[in-house]
């Protein structure tokens, strides 16, 4: 059972029941109205139990903070801050010589649960002793002793800047090491608006005083005088709004216990993982769920491309990395779908990094390990690295990546025998030629996908890109040139100019043509290999060429222009196809291998574009021919129905997905996808030869489902894993405006009595309390047992249909004591023991006020014989042993 506190706009605090999705009668008033009843708006803004004692929160509201004890019920002390006139405030740069009251925006505790700390919207860092409510200090990031009136600034304000122009704190943490005491401040925000690095700042403090034994000076020169004050940088241009502390061992202290790293969140919306306290950057790569990966940072090219299960088995990275702080989880019991091609999904992201992971059929993933490929250090650069083409050949392990700068690079999975010796990059070879980037490897990678060769043509951003799995990379450039690689070399077999290959007509017309100079200009869209005229490509001009590629004598192999089709619009998929079985026709090494034994394959190319389909045999005859009617295709394949054959796939403008058989191309059947896919991104949208389409539906979310699929929705495979994990923190929308809330988990029935501040024991009166709403008679019972009870009712219906009724059944299946009678047995016993409890309490706190009343009784009378003279040697005796 599990239960957590949430503080209300109207200023009041109420406790929910996450076991049973309801709340409970327990609730807080507005404590600050109890203050200030002329206060108009004072939502809780900031709550947080005591990290030292369960039976206390910290609650913040605009006007300022208090001390609520359960024990007591009652608020202890309030926080309330002013700047006197002549301060500097939290902005510290030019006095005011008024009197003012900044809001406040943050509270928090400090690790012992003495010191409370106040943030307010002028920046200010205000510490207060919970125990008197005095206050101890007030500082900002840099500069202490703002709220005294004649204080100067630390550092003089710089010539040309801005008076009072600073970024407000966004968040604040207070983090302990391993002991507990040596403390210090982690913030975000407060840096000047005209700072460039606004990262995040430590404040060192040091270990803290003891409070028993230190005197005030020693408090309050703790806090102004910090150990140390350090920068964390982060990407420049981007500011921290958010961060989350992740702890080495223990979840204590808000998080805050010995934490070993930090994700933020910037205010671009991407995140960022960094080491604490030292501030480095720690990749996400097999150190978080791939899932954040799309905003650490984004994605901007999405690839899909199944590949074997054997050869994906075998691609696992080994990279120097740092210890791990995500362990441990329950991973979904899930069975191996009979798929032999794995899912791996390829991301290409901001900052020049490519990751590749297993996707999956929602089924279990048996390698889940993340690959990572740094483009950016295999350039040579770690700017102007935006990737628009990503081609993989998973049975071969190799890659090949295309810049929106011209380049093309290609890697290959291998060993690196520089492993942890960098060495320099070195300069890129002329346009045309291949450069060798194998010592650029990242020196922490052992085992994975290296750099091999880079192509830079200055042709432009690479507009189509295509790596076989035979050995051949094709690359088409904006500026209107194809090439074929020869990854054995590797070596440039073929450069093609597309305004030389498909050159119009020159027959003599009566009509006046443009000079070809004013031709628009005409780049490659899609390419592929095959077995029939081993490559295809066509161009945003409707073009389709075909080049043939035969072996030669000294063990080479060459390329050469074999013909053009027009077609009607900008071509966007090219699948060849065996025209006898319908089977795919892709260029693999047992489909060339083949052709050395005299097996021919008589195939046909299905060419999709914008506005119709043609299957046709390449590389000048004409086929069946379709045009989409009302609607432009955006993505397309050819998908194997299992049992059934192959039909043509294709995502549509209107939000539908539609199918085609083949050769007839007759729709057999339509799907609506728009309420689930992004329109705008739909031809970023991948479709996989085994029904799997891969799309946007979102900014930084993507969806995955199977076009022969079941109809379900994307999420149901979600809510059904929620709704099967035990003890689940289940977010709940309602119509309670959320302002501020705390998790509190109920300890064991054990646990009545918990240690103070002061060390000495006192009753958990809270957790008293919350144990009796959980038990209340009023409580509704929980999802598994509404479960059980309609399996019961269930159970009861049949058992009324055969004749027979509950008692016969349990008489035929013994007198064995099932599992729920046993929970609700115990259930019961538990609320037995605990109303049992409750009478002791009751009994122990009358029996307390009747010793109580009875002492001052005593007390009364030994005072009244004093005065008469009689007994005083017995009261002075009495004092002295006291």
Known sequence: MAHFLRGKQAGDIIAYDLDRETLTPFKVPNLWAQRNPRARFCPVIALSFSPRDIGKILVGYPEGAVTFSFKQNVAQKYFEYEVPPGALGGNCDVPSQESRRPRLTKAVWHPNGIFVLTVHDDNSLVLWDSKDGRKIAARSITTPNIDQPGASRERPLSAGSAVGLRDPITHIAWCVKGNGDDSGLLIAGGKPKAEANKGLTFIDLGPTPNYQTSSWAMISNYFESPKQITDLSTPPGAEVVDFCLIPRASPYYAGGHDPIALIAVLSSGELITLSFPSGHPITPTNMIHPSLSFVHPFVNKMTLTPVDRSAWLGLRERRSQGPKFLLGGAEGKKVLKRFEDRNVITTAHADGTIRLWDVGHDDEIENGDVIQVDLARAVGRVSNVEVTEMALSGSTGELSVGLRS?????????????????????ANEGPGKLTKVAHRTDPGLKQGLLPLTLLDMQQGSVTALKHSQVGFVAAGFEGGS?????????????????????????????????????????????????????????????????????????????????????????????????????????????????????????????????????????????????????????????????????????????????????????????????????????????????????????????????????????????????????????????????????????????????????????????????????????????????????????????????????????????????????????????????????????????????????????????????????????????????
């Open 406 to 426: 011209g380049e093309v690079v290609i890697f290959r999975w291998g060993s690196n025998g520089s492993f942890g010796h960098e060495e320099p990059a070195g």
């Open 482 to 882: 194809l090439v074929i690689i020869d990854l054995r070399g590797p070596a440039v077999i073929h450069t093609a100019r597309l305004s030389e290959l498909t050159k119009p007509s020159k027959r003599s017309s009566f009509l006046r043509h443009r000079p070809s100079d004013d031709a628009p200009p005409e780049w490659p869209t899609s390419i592929e290999f095959g077995v029939l005229t081993l490559e295809g490509e066509g161009t945003n001009r409707g073009n389709f060429a075909t080049f043939k590629i035969l072996p030669t004598d000294n063990g080479g192999y060459t390329a050469s222009f074999a013909g053009a089709t027009l077609l009607d619009d900008k071509v966007i998929s090219i699948i060849p196809i065996n025209a006898e079985t319908g089977d795919l026709a892709l260029a693999t090494p047992n489909a060339v291998g083949g052709l050395r034994n005299g097996v021919q394959v008589h195939g046909v190319v299905v060419a999709v574009t914008v506005s119709g389909c043609r299957i046709f045999k390449p590389a000048t005859s004409k086929g069946a021919h379709k045009s989409w009617e009302d609607y432009l295709c955006d993505s397309a394949a050819v998908v194997k129905v299992e049992g059934r054959g192959y039909s043509l796939v294709g995502l549509f403008g209107d939000g539908n997905v539609r199918a085609f058989s083949i050769p007839g191309l007759k729709e057999m059947g339509c799907k609506e996808i728009n309420y689930m896919a992004d329109m705008k991104r739909l031809s970023e949208s991948t479709i996989c030869s085994n029904g799997t389409v891969l799309t946007w539906t979102g900014p930084s979310e993507v969806g995955l489902f199977n076009v022969w699929g079941a109809g379900t929705g994307l999420y149901v495979h979600i809510l059904n894993i929620l709704s099967e994990i035990d003890n689940s923190l289940i977010t709940i929308a309602g119509d309670i405006p959320k302002t501020s809330s705390i998790i509190y988990r109920q300890p064991s029935r054990h646990a009545l009595q918990l240690p103070t501040c002061n060390g000495s024991p006192a009753p958990n009166i809270s957790l008293l309390l919350i144990w009796t709403f959980s038990v209340r008679p009023d409580r509704p019972p929980s999802k598994k047992m509404q479960e059980q009870m309609k399996l019961e009712d269930q159970e009861r219906r049949r058992l009324a249909r055969e004749g027979r009724t509950m008692s016969n059944l349990s008489q035929e299946q013994g007198s064995q004591e099932g599992y729920w009678s046993y929970m609700q047995r115990q259930v019961q016993q538990r609320t037995e023991n605990l109303n049992l409890a409750g009478d002791q309490m009751e009994r122990l706190e009358e029996n307390s006020s009747n010793w109580a009343r009875d002492v001052n009784k005593y007390v009364q009378n030994q005072k009244k014989k004093a005065v008469l003279g009689g007994k005083f040697m017995l009261i002075s005796s009495f004092k002295i042993s006291g």
